[in-house]
């Protein structure tokens, strides 16, 4: 059993940053694939970045270049740093586990375990 709580989450305006931290417990996630997922309201979920358990890592063509996830084994604890955000990021952002190294499918229905959301609001 895996345990993964959020948080980070805020109001900032457009341009601004954020990090969003994914604390992880239970059973180690260090060799498996992880990502973060956000939700706008009448929106489907959807994949932002994932980070394997190779440490690739790959990014939604919407927040490339701008969002970069990345994981502190020492600390079980998976990060979004958010810069130049837009209006369009705000959403409820999940992290989310599935027990294989590779991340491969990314619909959500892979992923075994999730966090509760934390929420990133961005205002113009």
């Known amino acids: 059993q895996v345990q993964l709580v959020e948080s980070g989450g805020g109001s900032v305006q457009a341009g601004g940053s954020l990090r969003l931290s994914c604390a992880t417990s239970?059973?180690?996630?260090?060799?498996?694939?992880m990502a973060w997922f956000r939700q706008a309201p009448g929106k489907e979920r959807e994949g932002v970045a994932i980070n394997s358990g190779t440490y690739t890592t790959s990014y939604a063509d919407s927040v490339k270049g701008r969002f970069t996830i990345y994981r502190d084994n020492a600390k079980n604890t998976l990060y979004l740093r958010m810069n130049s955000l837009k209006p369009e990021d705000t959403a409820m952002y999940y992290c989310?586990?599935?027990?294989?190294?590779?991340?491969?499918?990314?619909?959500?229905?892979?992923?075994?375990?999730w966090g509760q959301g934390t929420q990133v609001t961005v205002s113009s």
């Open positions: 989310a586990t599935k027990s294989t190294s590779w991340c491969g499918d990314m619909a959500p229905v892979s992923f075994s375990y």
């Open positions: 239970g059973d180690s996630v260090s060799r498996y694939c």
